[in-house]
Structures are given as C-alpha cells and as structure tokens.
C-alpha cells in the first residue's frame, strides 16, 4: 500500500489518540479505588451483621435487667404490704407468719439485687461493644464514602476527557485516506497500529531493527507504508528514524 509520508504522519496522532482514549476508557470503566470500594464495602456488611448480633446481645440483657427490676418491684410491694398487715395484726400467729415471709422477701430482694448489678455490668458491656463496633463502621462508612466520591470525579472526568479525545481523532480521520485507515484500524486491532521509526527503533514494541530490514526501510518509496517485521504495526518513516 501506498500513501503519502503526511497521510502516514497522521496516523501516529491517532495512535496517540487511540492510547489515550482506551486509557480513559479504562479510568471510566475500572476507577483506581474500585477494589478498596467493594472492600469496604464487604467489611460494612460484615460489620453491620456484627453490630446486629451485639445489639441483640445488649438488647438480651436490657431485657433481663428490666425482669428483675420489675420482680423487685413486685417484692417491694409485697414487703410494703406484710409490713402494713404485721403493724396491726393481734394474732401472734399470724403476726409470726408475717415476720417470715418479711424475712423471705427480705432474702428475695438481696438475690434480686444482687442478680441487678450482675445484668446491668453486663449491659455497660454490651453497651460499650456496639458503641466500639459503631465507631468501626463510620470509619468504614466514611473512608468508603470519600473514596466513592473519588471515583465519580474520577469517571466524570475520564468520561468528558474521552469525548474531547474522540473529537479530536475524528477530525483527524477525516483527512486520512480511507483504504490506508482501514489498514491502520486491522492493524491496531492486534498492535499499536501505527508506531514511529525512531534511530532504527520502533517505538510500537521497542524493538530495534536489523540491518537488513533498516536497509530496506531505508530503499523503499517515502510513499510506501511499511510494516515493523516484529509487531506488525505501520512504521512511520521521519527525520528521526536514522535512515
């Protein structure tokens, strides 16, 4: 194929372009925080089950601690109660009788308590567990919610950076010979497409060129497009390519 070394120069601006383009199309479409997002976002489930298993632990112990407020309370009535009976009761019998149970419930009220201050250091407990759990989970909850904001300005501006690459490469299409894009975009769907011959390099795969294939570089027609003989893609022959 044959083209004109300004129509080959073109194509290194689109193969720029082209770099460019895929790379913004990978910031869109795979953010740098993408993996420490859905991380944090695994560890915020595991916490949240955590913290709900915590509060049902708190929430256990609230509970029971409540029962024993409301049995010494229920004690405490009694008590009232019998004391009431007792201060004017005659019947020494029933009197004795009084004294007894006052003295059961006596008994009744110092377990009661004593199961209290057992249940409500379990409660503090608790509590301070799902307090300490909370706090992991703001901290993950806002470390995630920064870094998401980070990706969204990040695909915003990838996304705005991409469509002003993707005019930029149509306008310059538009001045390239059909047949020899064609050939380029074949190209480009394996290599780079097209690269810059620079000292004998190629600047698509790096490869420095043999003597023999610089000698036929260096024989062949400005207007003849060239091939690397490594990666395949279109060398563009300038100043720079030390022929």
Excluded: F, W
């Excluded at 049995?71 to 005659?90: G, K, S």
């Excluded at 909850?141 to 980070?150: F, K, S």
């Excluded at 023999?212 to 490594?230: F, H, K, N, T, Y």
């Amino acid at each position: 194929m044959n083209a004109s070394p300004e129509q080959q120069r073109l194509l290194l601006d689109v193969a720029d372009l082209d770099r460019r383009i895929k790379k913004a199309e990978r910031a869109r479409t795979q953010p740098a925080n993408a993996a420490r997002i859905n991380e944090l976002s695994a560890l915020r489930q595991t916490q949240l089950r955590e913290l709900t298993a915590l509060a049902g632990t708190r929430d256990d112990a609230v509970a029971e601690l409540r029962r024993l407020e409301s049995d010494v309370a229920v004690v405490e009535q009694r008590r009232a109660r019998d004391a009431e009976r007792l201060a004017v009761v005659t019947n020494p019998k029933d009197a004795q009788a009084l004294e007894s149970e006052l003295a059961s419930l006596v008994r009744r009220t110092s377990a009661l308590e004593d199961q209290e201050l057992e249940v409500m250091a379990r409660v503090e407990e608790a509590e301070a567990a799902v307090a300490a759990q909370q706090t992991l989970i703001d901290a993950t909850t806002a470390e995630g919610t920064e870094l998401t904001t980070q990706a969204k300005a990040g695909v915003a501006a990838a996304t705005t950076e991409g469509e002003h690459l993707a005019r930029d490469r149509a306008a310059i299409v538009a001045g390239i010979d059909a047949a020899l894009l064609a050939d380029y975009t074949r190209r480009a769907a394996r290599t780079t497409g097209a690269a810059l011959l620079r000292a004998g390099t190629c600047e698509g795969c790096r490869m420095v060129l043999s003597g023999i294939d610089l000698l036929a570089m260096r024989q062949a027609p400005a207007d003849q497009v060239m091939s690397c003989p490594e990666c395949g893609c279109i060398l563009v022959r300038t100043e720079e390519s030390g022929l």
